[in-house]
């Protein structure tokens, strides 16, 4: 689970000769047909939450003693 937090507006070439927009495009006719689209770098964020070992262990705990189980 990943959400993009925002656009960092910095572009990057993606050195293609199949995209229109890369220093390496080998096509010079202005309908060739490449896509035009931008690489942007993104910050991202890691949804996931981890418990520290010693509250992992506390709740491991409660449930222990709440089911009777052992684990």
Excluded at 28 to 48: D, F
């Amino acid at each position: 689970h990943y959400v993009k937090l925002h656009e960092t507006g910095v572009k990057v070439d993606c050195g293609s000769s199949q995209c229109a927009l890369s220093k390496a495009h080998r096509h010079t006719a202005r309908n060739c047909g490449c896509p035009r689209t931008y690489q942007e770098i993104q910050r991202i964020q890691n949804l996931y939450r981890t418990r520290c070992p010693a509250c992992e262990s506390a709740a491991w705990k409660i449930v222990e003693r709440e089911s009777g189980r052992q684990y």
